[in-house]
């Protein structure tokens, strides 16, 4: 079983790696899940890379999350805004807990965690080297853009998906792209799931924008 630890107010699994010249991946988990259930995620994209799992601090009906919603359902911006600050402190003290500033740091979010590693794109961008976002929306949109140029992303979405209807995928699409980011996309035709052909797409994207 993995060690949970707590840096910075936030839980968290590290699993480091005997390979060096693997990435590690920050995984970022959906609602009502917690910081073990990306790490079979993390394990499939890439076996030898260095893990560290976060828990999101707010909890809604009993379930985790990043940030609160608004009455409607909609992202609240104010609080994906702070606790995507907070996220930012404890990445960066991570950094250093764990000796891994300079390994390749990439994000991997589902669902709200994945809305999560939007807003840390967006208000925190050299946190990441890259992320993969899976069937996600933007919670928050900042004043002014980051320059993201160059910094591979990989969005995906669900034709049929109902939590995070396409049009939301577009729009965080429209905004990275704006932003100057590297931006692939891939729709499966199923809903809020992530399927064999996405987890594959995932693979060989990571592989890609992590060759030695």
């Known amino acids: ?92 003290a991570a950094e250093s807990a764990y000796n891994i500033s300079s390994k390749k740091r990439l994000a991997v979010g589902y669902s709200n965690g994945g809305n999560m590693v939007a807003a840390l794109l967006l208000l925190h961008p050299e946190l990441f080297d890259g992320a993969i976002i899976l069937h996600s929306r933007v919670p928050l949109i900042p004043d002014e853009l980051p320059d993201l140029s160059g910094k591979p992303l990989l969005l995906t979405g669900g034709s049929a998906d109902e939590l995070i209807p396409p049009k939301e995928v577009q729009i965080m699409e429209y905004l990275f792209k704006k932003a100057g980011a590297d931006v692939t996309t891939f729709w499966q035709s199923g809903g809020h799931n992530i399927n064999h052909a996405e987890m594959r797409t995932a693979q060989r994207w990571l592989a890609e924008h992590t060759a030695s």
Do not use: W
């Open 1 to 92: 079983m993995s060690t949970r630890h707590t840096l910075h107010g936030f839980t968290h699994i590290y699993e480091p790696t005997q390979a060096s010249e693997r990435p590690v991946l920050i995984l970022f988990h959906s609602m009502g899940s917690n910081e073990e259930d990306m790490l079979g995620v993390g394990r499939l994209l890439d076996p030898r890379a260095a893990l560290l799992s976060v828990r999101g601090k707010e909890q809604e009906e009993g379930k985790t999350r990043y940030y609160l919603r608004q009455p409607d359902g909609s992202p609240d911006p104010l609080s994906a805004r702070q606790r995507a600050n907070e996220l930012a402190a404890f990445l960066k």
